[in-house]
């Protein structure tokens, strides 16, 4: 498949707010049931193991105009639950069969609730996560939750679902994981040849697609973009951190990358990324998810960091790992976590002498400029103080 075919595609999905291809692959087969999900994690595994398609809902993005969703959510709150309901009230969303909102902040958790009153018959989860990270506690609390809700799949599907069944499907998210791991991989080593919007429309079509598709879906634009030559320019490397929730429009980032900035890492699309190694497909699976989420999960801002002095580790070893010249921290207006985590962040790069700049968006952003104005004057002030 051709490099342009496959961004094509996958720009097709992303500007579908309709969810055609997810009509369509419901309508393809007697039974079938799909389940949204907002962006940060849930265990797909478990809803791939009872045969139903998960699919990320991410908002409205600039496409979407909210006139219903104003009424019900205040102003100094982000977009993203505004637009998110605007969809469902719209009848965009009637494909799904279920809704799981995964521990965010306060603004999700509400709108699991709102979701609950309108929504009243359809399979509605707030689906929490453990703030102890002790396999003995932290662990136990969280295999009970994936059992809970292995339970209210088997209710909605009619059957349960089985350990080989649920370990087939570990391996399938495995193997999709380390596609993902390779592409990243190939960007931060030469990210003139994959641009981060391509990167961030191929990772939004995961959130439509069947898993093994999309996996598929990503080797072959890692063969398409080795076949094509594109020029190499003067851009600073950048780690791009706080969109881990609410995404942001796509001009974005490619403003950020016009103005001289190749983004080396992000956080965005973390559900698919918030396992940083296999999980085992031998064993108790339930038990397999639990610890690989205790032990070895990526650090977000609406993950719980016990310890202080950890604060920030994780983002200078992506720094290093990926061997950036700064950090640009985009977050969403009004974004409680990643507000709050921002001056601790900062703190940990100042400490390194790792320089950043920040500043805040909101999904339907129509303005880029000043977006491409301060990263390109962030790119500049890097290489001035590198060739001092």
């Given at each position: 498949m051709a490099l342009q075919e496959i961004v094509e595609r996958c720009q097709d999905l992303y500007e579908d707010l309709d969810f055609s291809s997810v009509r369509a692959w419901?309508?393809?087969?007697?039974?079938?049931?799909?389940?949204?999900?907002?962006?940060?994690?849930?265990?797909?595994e478990l809803i791939h193991a009872a045969g139903i398609l998960p699919v990320?809902?991410?908002?409205?993005?600039?496409?979407?105009?909210?006139?219903?969703?104003?009424?019900?959510?205040?102003?100094?709150?982000?977009?993203?639950?505004?637009?998110?309901?605007?969809?469902?009230?719209?009848?965009?969303?009637?494909?799904?069969?279920?809704?799981?909102?995964?521990?965010?902040?306060?603004v999700i958790r509400n709108l699991s609730g709102m979701w609950q009153l309108k929504f009243q018959g359809k399979l509605v989860r707030y689906f929490?996560?453990?703030?102890?990270?002790?396999?003995?506690?932290?662990?136990?609390?969280y295999n009970r939750e994936l059992q809970s809700f292995r339970d209210a799949l088997a209710e909605l599907v009619g059957h349960e679902?089985?350990?080989?069944?649920?370990?087939?499907?570990?391996?399938?998210?495995?193997?999709?994981?380390?596609?993902?791991v390779e592409l990243y991989a190939y960007r931060a080593a030469e990210p003139w040849q994959v641009p981060t919007p391509e990167v961030y429309l191929l990772m939004r079509a995961g959130m439509l697609l069947p898993v093994e598709e999309h996996t598929q879906l990503i080797y072959d634009y890692i063969a398409a973009a080795?076949?094509?030559?594109?020029?190499?320019?003067?851009?600073?490397?950048?780690?791009?951190?706080?969109?881990?929730?609410?995404?942001?429009p796509l001009g974005l980032l490619k403003s950020i990358e016009l103005a001289g900035c190749y983004v080396v890492d992000d956080d965005f699309m973390l559900v698919a990324r918030w396992l940083l190694h296999d999980v085992p497909t031998d064993g108790d699976p339930l038990k397999?998810?639990?610890?690989?989420?205790?032990?070895?999960?990526?650090?977000?801002?609406?993950?719980?960091?016990?310890?202080?002095?950890?604060?920030?580790?994780?983002?200078?070893?992506s720094v290093r790992k990926n061997r950036a010249e700064g950090v640009i921290f985009a977050s969403p207006s009004f974004c409680d976590p990643a507000l709050l985590d921002r001056p601790m962040l900062q703190n940990a790069l100042t400490a390194r002498g790792?320089?950043?700049?920040?500043?805040k968006f909101a999904e339907n952003s129509g303005q880029l400029q000043p977006f491409r104005e301060q990263a390109g004057t962030f790119a500049d002030s890097i290489k001035l103080w590198s060739a001092a």
């Open positions: 419901k309508e393809a087969g007697k039974g079938r049931k799909v389940i949204g999900h907002m962006p940060v994690y849930v265990p797909r990320g809902i991410l908002g409205g993005g600039d496409q979407l105009d909210v006139i219903h969703g104003d009424a019900y959510y205040q102003s100094y709150i982000c977009r993203i639950p505004r637009s998110t309901i605007e969809l469902a009230i719209t009848g965009r969303l009637d494909c799904l069969d279920g809704m799981l909102f995964p521990s965010t902040c306060d929490d996560v453990p703030q102890n990270f002790d396999l003995d506690i932290g662990g136990a609390f679902i089985s350990d080989d069944d649920l370990r087939a499907s570990i391996d399938v998210y495995n193997k999709n994981r380390q596609a993902i080795k076949e094509v030559e594109r020029p190499v320019r003067d851009n600073c490397r950048v780690v791009i951190n706080g969109l881990f929730c609410e995404q942001p397999n998810l639990s610890d690989a989420f205790i032990t070895y999960s990526a650090e977000t801002s609406c993950k719980y960091v016990p310890h202080k002095e950890d604060k920030g580790k994780f983002l200078v070893e790792i320089p950043f700049t920040a500043f």
